[in-house]
């Protein structure tokens, strides 16, 4: 599994996902950006952690 996003990137795509209306829901993004999702797990524990880290910043 190659790992294309560093943390702050996975960051910056939640954020840009949020701002264009884009679901979160774990199932959407997993389909429509598969490669966030892999990064986002990569880095964070859970997709919800990943949200939450978005939310913080």
């Not at 990137?9 to 490669?35: A, C, F, T, Y």
Request: charged share 30%; no cysteine.
């Amino acid at each position: 599994m190659e790992i294309t996003l560093g943390a702050d990137e996975v960051i910056h795509r939640i954020r840009q996902r949020q701002s264009n209306g884009d679901s979160l829901s774990k199932k959407q993004v997993k389909q429509n950006d598969p490669e966030l999702m892999r990064s986002a797990l990569f880095y964070f524990p859970s997709w919800e952690h990943a949200l939450k880290s978005a939310e913080n910043l």
